[in-house]
């Protein structure tokens, strides 16, 4: 579709040449290819690399709804929207965070990939027992084993008074470059406002971009502080009071009502209608904004399984412990899927990076059988949950868990400062850490510490070595 700003001419030749790429391999009404991977996102390009390693990626075939090769989703958030020097593609296609080499479209072709990648392609049935997708372009791919990668989408807002295409979503490069470019219009005016709905990661860090553009912004967190689910209380409390100083006002325990829009002579204006809960004042307050960025989760991409394979209340396809679904020959993985937990009877979902590829990566074994034909007993999956950001001058990551007893420790050394945690559980064990401002050698120490005592050697060493105060939290 064409848009403004963009000429004309370049569209339709870009249209001809999505459809060339969708249609050229794929001219029978039926195809049968060995290894399909279903979603071109972040575990998409994930599992087509490991195909690759395997040696197995001359039978492999993509199909992504997107227009562009796979790129890692964490960019559109922090370089994306950068005021100054954004990072663009080609420089974040997968695999470009995990060090690897960046894979544009080109890398998918042959003679690496004889099937490659189908952009711009829709699934409309999936059927399980004939091992068949029927595509919207009505042809229907065949395979063998397939690899479910559809991810999530943005939890929409529901507003009465207001239609959906006013809220900004940041979930893929389209919205992101949307968002880019509003702000661009909005920087240099001194009455410009940004609300922000949801004091996640997402949420924080377009607070922080918003800032970089001298735009001021208020977020309106659901949690008692920014990141709570992640980071330590005074640890957040911190984050809160540097974007103070950067016009950023963060409205914490807040349920967002209403969003109202009003046409002005110039410019039209949002109004977020909240309501405090600790607020007595039970009719509610407002602030007026000229962008809305609703950033309050994600939803599964599985309408298509529903009623093919087992899924979780919330939408999540069910998983074993080596990423294969209730249908033989189909594995899912990345925010889509929901596996065994290691450390209860249930099962989990983990919507991060670190998880979208390392899942793909095993989940490649899986589907070669790579540890059978080694005689080897495949392992489980049991990922130590991992998330990090960057925003403002600020820069952490956290392992493992985040609930129990919080025990925080610093050093206020102005040239290297470090903060950070520990969680551990009732029987004194570490299940989590946390650490801002620490090197790639610190953060693997610590994370070392996970499944041992406070008193262990490790652990020990790691305090000496960064000559950190420690200090409980109880909360």
Known sequence: MWSAGKPLLSHALGYLMRSQVR??????????????????????????????????????????SEKYAPYERPALTKGFLAAGNPVRLPSF????GSGDAAHDAAWYRPPRFDHG??????????????????????TSI??????????????????????????????????AEGLYQRLQQLAGRADAAVAIIGGGFIGTEVAAAVAGFGISATVLCQESSLLQRLVPGPIA????????????????????????????????????????????????ETINADVVVVAVGAVPNSSLFDGKLLLTDSGHVVVDDVLRTSAKDVFAVGDVAAFPSANTSG??????????????????????????ASGVQPPAYTPTPHFYSRFLNFSWRQYGSSEGLCVLFAHS???SPLLGAWWQNNDGVITGTFLESATEEQHEALRACIGKS??????????RETNVSVGINTM
Request: net charge negative.
């Open 23 to 64: 249609t050229a391999a794929f001219l029978r009404p039926e195809k049968h290819v060995k290894y399909v991977i279903l979603g071109g996102g972040v575990s998409g390009g994930y599992a087509m690399d490991a195909f690759d390693a395997h040696g197995c990626s001359s039978d492999v075939l993509m199909i992504s």
């Open 93 to 96: 296609h997968t695999c470009a």
């Open 117 to 138: 990648l189908m952009l711009g392609t829709s699934v409309d049935e999936f059927d399980a027992a004939s091992k068949r997708l029927v595509l919207d372009l009505g």
């Open 142 to 175: 065949v395979y063998d084993k397939l690899i479910i990668a559809t991810g999530a989408s943005a939890r929409k807002a529901n507003f009465d008074n207001l239609g959906a295409d006013h809220l900004v979503y940041v979930r893929d490069l389209n919205d």
């Open 237 to 284: 409390q911190r984050y809160q009071e540097a974007f103070k100083k950067n016009n950023v006002q963060v409205i914490s325990n807040v349920t967002t009502d209403d969003v109202t829009y009003t046409e002005t002579s110039k410019n039209g204006k949002y109004t977020v209608h909240y309501t405090c809960r600790e607020s007595e004042d039970k009719a509610g």
């Open 347 to 372: 099962i989990q979902v983990l919507d991060n990076v670190t998880h979208a590829r390392e899942s793909a990566k095993f989940a490649v074994r899986s589907v070669l059988g790579v540890d059978e």
């Open 413 to 415: 050394d102005d040239d």
């Open 454 to 463: 406070p008193v262990d050697d490790a652990v020990q060493r790691f305090l």
